[in-house]
């Protein structure tokens, strides 16, 4: 459902191509398997395409609107919720969220990562990439 989403923002709001990268490896400081899911898009960035509909100051509350607020580029009733349903999936999965858009880092960070939740005045990086880190819950049936 997540890597569903965030390709599906790809399409729709960067206006250009996109990436998926996803990794399972061994987390020794856990002693458990997580995935790695890695989506970035080469498009607009968060500020931009929000700022078409909203006034946005920054890049930190571009993404903290569309993260944390369920706000949408697109005017249409029931819009916008994608990716807080991907901030709710990763929650519930106890897994770490992390997305970058132009000269910020919004992450949502378990207390088992490392990781600052707020990053500000990074060198401007055009593309936005969205990276999941979900921790393995059960234990696995295929090592």
């Given amino acids: 459902m997540a890597l569903s989403e965030v390709c599906q923002n790809i399409i729709e709001h960067s206006e250009n191509k996109g990436f998926v990268g996803i990794q399972k490896y061994h987390f020794q ?3 458990k398997n997580v995935v790695k899911i890695a989506v970035m898009d080469i498009g607009r960035g968060f500020r931009k395409s ?8 920054n ?3 571009a993404i903290d609107k569309a993260l944390l607020h369920g ?20 929650n519930q999965w106890n897994g770490k969220l992390s997305i970058r858009s132009g000269t ?8 088992w ?11 401007p ?14 234990p696995a049936f295929f090592s």
């Fill in 113 to 123: 990562a490392r990781g600052k939740e707020k990053e500000t005045n990074l060198t």
């Fill in 29 to 31: 400081n856990m002693g």
């Fill in 125 to 138: 990086f055009p593309e936005a990439p969205i990276n999941i880190l979900l921790p393995e819950i059960y």
């Fill in 59 to 61: 890049d930190f509350d």
């Fill in 71 to 90: 706000t949408s580029r697109y005017a249409d009733e029931g819009r916008g919720h994608g990716l807080a349903a991907v901030r709710r999936f990763v």
């Fill in 104 to 111: 910020a880092k919004l992450s949502i960070v378990p207390d």
């Fill in 50 to 57: 929000l700022s078409e509909r909203f006034a946005i100051r």
